[in-house]
């Protein structure tokens, strides 16, 4: 009997250690959650603030709503890489509907929804009944909706009607509208995967495909419907991120789709199919917002945040496959008896408990060390994937040791929606001042009105935001640039030839200013002829690329402008011997780079900002601002033409 009494007590250890096990394989991206806000809580003090909880959430809205319809084909072992570019796609024909066509407001929306469930049906019948592989199938309306989306609004973004902007808007003037929209969605979705028979055999299918289809399951029309599924809830993300931006940017969501994916597996599905919850794709949504605003919040490096988000989701992809060697499941909803149903439900709870416990401990803990500090500053670009912007960063950050000034750089990498989501995080990090770099002039004047309201000043810089208070606009004029390349360009030509355009990133509003800028100079120059406009996105790659195919139709041009220098020294490159002899070519910019190809001859002239000299200007704005010093509304740098006569002179 002793021998026994002793015997049960390893094995009740190793029940309890399995059972702990089991516990955290099942609930591991919740565990994740909750170690990621402890963490945060006890790294920032901003960070367990009611407005910041808010901005999370409002972050996770559109990748969860876009999750939830990626669930469905994941839980089938499929795949959809479209969703991104079908959300706005999807929010472009609302707002050309709304506008352009001026149809009414409920049919726009209709029709926007429309278009989101028919890219879905074309992907399910390009995947069912023409028997592509769900990547490719995918994969290729990603293209076409991209494409229809710039097609339809030439390239620029399109105003929002106000009636459909408020679902970007709050209720009670503090519980945002698209948490309330996540929340439905998460609803809808878990209801369609644990009560309907639709559900039921995406499980089937993503189990074993074959053996649904020898049970009597309709596979074909079931993923036609399952992709549907993913198309309407697409259409629903690109609504709401286009309310919260004001506008429907046709360059919008881009790589949401990976977003999308890893919030599915990081919540527990597995890619292999068969299971998988909207629980828990809601909390991998919240995992990846959570850790860009946290990151944010403690001033991490933009490219450090693009590494730790990659090493989440990879060992989330780890996880899954460690999960299915130990014989453990997530379990599929409606699957699970009412134990279980219990079980999860606890865990929740106590979940919950934890949290709250963690709000108390960490706000004692960051109460009473506010004491005396240097002055912070938010500085949000545009990109830093091109050297202009990298010049501006430099001089700001040089301006911020020689003042005494914290600034804190973020990366929007082009992504008018990233760079909303950075502007707010700044606006709940207690900042003196934020400076930005509008990715859209449009698009950023929601999130600068929110800092408005929170009585934190904004410089812009580069370019102006629109319907929004700014202290001051440091920058150069994008269109008496563009104009001063036209005359310099066509001075160069005597007056006549043909030429050819390389337009920027369509819908920015640099590439539009410049590029309105150079077509009203040329009219004072008939004898140009421009022959071809192609964009290249401010890429210098592109820009080789572009200008090698425009050669082939247009071999015997006689100019090339190029709204930034990385394009024009790829056009430069596509040239070889003909650059600077008989084909001169005038970039915009005046970077290092293309400084040099001035000095070399090759690159007959740029249309140089001084950004440097931006940086460093917008940030003493910024202090003075945020000490309630005078600032000129207006701060111009000087535009300059720089040509091999006055290169050794110019100072970037």
């Known amino acids: 009997m002793a021998t026994d009494t002793l015997k049960s007590k390893p094995g009740a250890q190793a029940g309890a250690t399995a059972g702990l096990r089991r516990l955290l394989l099942d609930n591991g991206a919740l565990t994740a959650l909750v170690v990621l806000v402890i963490a945060m809580s006890a790294l920032s003090g901003d960070f367990l603030t009611a407005d910041n909880l808010l901005n999370v959430g409002v972050q996770a809205a559109v990748t969860a709503i876009l999750a939830f319809g990626v669930t469905f084909v994941i839980v089938s072992a499929g795949i959809d890489l479209s969703v991104g570019s079908v959300a706005a796609l999807s929010a472009t024909v609302l707002a050309w509907s709304a506008t352009e066509a001026g149809l009414p407001v409920v049919l726009a929306v209709v029709l926007a929804v429309a278009t989101g469930i028919a890219c879905g049906l074309v992907n399910g019948f390009l995947i069912s009944y023409g028997k592509l592989p769900p990547f490719i199938a995918t ?39 698209p948490v309330l929209v996540m929340v439905v969605m998460g609803l809808l979705t878990a209801f369609v995967l644990g009560r309907t028979y639709i559900g039921r055999s995406m499980y089937a299918i993503g189990g074993n495909e074959e053996a649904a289809r020898l049970s009597g399951l309709r596979v074909k029309k079931q993923k036609l419907a399952i992709y549907a599924f993913s198309g309407l809830f697409a259409a629903a993300a690109g609504i709401v991120l286009a309310a919260r931006l004001a506008s429907a940017q046709p360059q919008a969501a881009q790589g949401y789709e990976l977003d999308a994916i890893a919030a599915v597996v990081i919540g ?71 134990g279980n149903k219990g079980k999860q439900a606890l865990t929740y709870v106590i979940a919950a408990v934890v949290a709250v416990a963690v709000v108390g401990a960490t706000s004692l803990l960051h109460n009473g060390s506010s004491g005396a500090a240097k002055p912070k500053i938010g500085l949000s670009l545009s990109t830093l994937n091109n050297p202009f912007f990298v010049q501006i960063r430099d001089g700001a950050e040089e301006e911020a040791r020689k003042l005494g000034v914290d600034l804190t750089v973020t990366d929007a990498q082009n992504d008018a929606s990233q760079q909303a989501n950075q502007l ?93 800028g150079f077509a009203e100079g040329l009219k004072d120059y008939p004898g140009i002829k421009v022959v071809a406009k192609q964009p290249a996105d401010f890429d210098r790659t592109k820009g080789l690329d572009v200008m090698t195919n425009l050669l082939q139709a247009h071999p015997d041009i006689g100019g090339v402008f190029a709204e930034n220098d990385e394009m024009a020294l790829g056009a430069i490159k596509a040239l070889g011997s003909k650059a600077g002899k ?33 940086g460093r200007i917008a940030v003493r704005n910024a202090l003075r601002a945020a000490e309630h010093k005078k600032v000129e509304k207006m701060v111009k740098v000087p535009v300059k033409v720089v040509t091999k006569e006055n290169v050794a002179g110019f100072e970037g």
């Open 582 to 614: 008989s084909v001169h070519v005038v970039g915009f910019d005046g970077t290092p780079d293309g400084l040099k190809a001035v000095e070399a001859g090759t690159l007959y002239a740029s249309v140089a900002q001084q950004p440097t000299e931006l």
């Open 139 to 177: 994969l290729a309306m990603l293209s076409v909706a991209r494409g229809l989306s710039l097609v339809i609004s030439q390239g620029s973004p399109i105003a929002f009607p106000d009636s459909v902007s408020h679902l970007g808007d709050t209720l009670g003037g503090w519980l945002p509208v």
């Open 424 to 516: 707010q995080n700044f606006t709940s990090g207690s900042l003196s001042a934020v400076v930005v770099n509008p990715v859209d002039s449009d698009a950023a004047g929601p999130a600068v009105r929110g800092a408005n309201k929170a009585g934190i000043p904004v410089i812009a810089v580069d370019r102006t935001v629109n319907k929004a208070d700014t202290s001051a606009l440091v920058a150069s004029d994008n269109v008496a640039g563009g104009a001063l390349g036209a005359k310099a360009l066509a001075e160069k030509l005597g007056g006549k030839g043909t030429i050819v355009i390389l337009q920027g990133q369509a819908g920015t509003s640099a590439s539009r200013e410049r590029g309105a």
């Open 268 to 338: 527990g599905a597995s890619l292999a199919g068969g299971t998988g919850r909207a629980s828990g794709t809601l909390v991998g949504a919240l995992i990846l917002a959570v850790l860009r605003n946290g990151l944010n919040l403690l001033s991490v490096s933009a490219f450090w945040q693009q590494v730790v988000i990659g090493v989440v989701i990879a060992l989330a992809v780890l996880f899954d496959t460690l999960r299915r060697k130990a014989g453990t499941t997530a379990p599929a909803a409606g699957a699970s008896g009412g």
